[in-house]
């Protein structure tokens, strides 16, 4: 594997995310890794656009996140859907885990992406569920915003 390829800044996004749903606070974690996962990861083959986290035994899983099997890899290849277990400090732990019991509130994963020295991250969010009358409220202040631009040009 090249430099370059280790290097690449990878950035995968849930867009769905911001629409369907109101963020109240934002952690960046690692993510506990096999070898074929962080490879296919640099080479941007991953979703997280049905990701979502849940507590079990005090620690913090990401489900959902489907991370593509690696081409050369071989027999060790990874299970694109497994849980994936997520590294965070101890205190912002038990302060999900406290908010995340609350009812509508939920944890789900914005963005992967990898640091400057390589490792793969994710930012993951607190987030409340948006009514029918907000989302119809959201999509009409991005309308404004795109005829502004265009009445500017």
Known sequence: MSTKEIVKNVNIKNKKASFEYEFLEKYEAGIVLKGTEIKAIRMSKASISEAYCLFDNEELWIKNMNI??????????HDPLSAR????????????????????????????????????????????????????????????????????I
Do not use: P, V
């Open 85 to 152: 277990k997520l590294l965070l400090r101890k205190a912002e732990l038990k302060k999900l885990f406290m908010h995340s019991k609350e009812k509508g509130l939920t944890i789900i994963a914005l963005r992967l992406f990898t640091n400057e020295r390589g490792y793969a991250k994710i930012e993951i969010a607190l987030a409340k569920g948006k009514k029918l009358y907000d989302k119809r409220e959201s999509i009409k202040s991005k309308d404004n915003e795109r005829e502004m631009q265009r009445i500017r």
């Open 68 to 77: 593509s099997s690696y081409d050369k890899g071989s027999f060790y290849n």
